[in-house]
């Protein structure tokens, strides 16, 4: 016996309304999937399925036969693939082509489609994905949310754009995700990867500084004395470990500070306590600021007044 049709939504239609609209839906959806199959079972007859002799052509004759039609090649083909994953005598009576469609990979598809889910009269097309492992139309729980998401950006420049925009808007999300330290490690990790230096042609990107021995020594004075630069490789390594030291120093003060600022209890924190550690953010700060100007400009002299900051005197 059927399960009565009730309405979800009383307050627009009664559940005789509802279950009118609900019978034509389906009976249109069983003439269509009886339509959708004909057709691929008129492409099986036009050229029967070998497994083992070839296409036979198919392609060629489906793009002219779904031209002339009226219908794309791809729509048509998949209908061919569907007669051919569903014989007629496997077919389940009142069960949509799209519920078929996503059970159509399934071993045990015969079988399954003739059993709704435990607790259901029919088989959705939701339900029929979730049991052929694949994402729903319509996810219910968090991973299956994560699984559309992840379906809908699978292209890297569109993801990009996606995060970006979530982190500027949703500065609460920003936060969130950075508290994650598996996050915070993939993002120092891109970080370092986007400001290494491009590695020499036929050079591996990092090479490793031989332990020096006393022939090497001798071979370095001599260049030395006879005026021959450094090798632009060693160059490079040394300028590509500094550069990894001052993000990793940089990454691991404001990873540090994320993690502990929410947790300061500041009611409990003297007033000693306080010009310390504002005294140690200027120190902080002015150290950036000399190796900000250092980066844009390479002259490492420090001047007297910030010698007198870094010491903790009053520059004069």
């Not at 979800?8 to 839906?25: L, N, R, S």
């Not at 209908?79 to 159509?104: C, N, Q, T």
């Not at 090497?216 to 260049?223: N, S, V």
């Not at 947790?263 to 600021?289: C, P, Q, T, Y």
């Amino acid at each position: 016996m059927a399960a009565e049709i009730k309405s979800p939504f009383p307050e627009k239609f009664t559940d005789a309304e509802w279950a009118k609209y609900v019978e034509q839906g389906r009976d249109l959806i069983e003439e269509e999937t009886r339509i959708q199959f004909s057709l691929g079972d008129l492409t099986l007859k036009m050229i029967p399925c070998h497994l083992h002799d070839g296409n036979h052509g198919v392609g060629r004759v489906l793009e002219r036969y779904a031209d002339e039609i009226g219908i794309p090649y791809d729509t048509l083909r998949g209908y061919r693939h569907m007669a051919i994953a569903w014989p007629k005598e496997k077919r389940a009576s009142g069960v949509g082509f799209a519920v078929h469609r996503a059970l159509d990979a399934c071993p045990d598809r015969f079988e399954k489609i003739l059993h709704p889910p435990e607790g259901k009269e029919r088989w959705t097309y939701d339900d029929a994905c979730r049991h052929a492992g694949r994402t729903p139309h319509t996810p219910e729980d968090s991973r299956e949310k994560l699984d559309r998401v992840r379906t809908l950006l699978r292209d890297d420049e569109v993801a990009a754009e996606a995060v970006q925009d979530l982190v500027i808007h949703r500065p609460g999300l920003a936060e969130q995700v950075m508290t994650n330290p598996d996050t915070r490690s993939a993002i120092w990790r891109a970080n370092l990867e986007r400001l290494r230096p491009e590695p020499q042609p036929d050079q591996p990107r990092f090479v490793r500084e031989p332990t020096p021995t006393e022939g090497d020594h001798e071979r370095a004075h001599e260049q030395s004395r006879q005026g021959a630069s450094r090798s632009p490789l060693v160059e490079d390594t040394i300028a590509s470990r500094q550069v990894l030291e001052l993000l990793g120093l940089g990454t691991a003060f404001y990873t540090g500070m994320q993690d502990l600022i929410p947790k300061l209890r500041v009611g409990e924190i003297s007033d000693r306590a306080r010009k310390a550690i504002v005294e140690n953010h200027r120190r902080v700060r002015a150290i950036v600021d000399w190796c900000d100007t250092v980066i844009a400009t390479g002259d490492t002299t420090m001047d007297e007044q910030l010698a007198q900051i870094l010491g903790g005197e009053e520059p004069t």
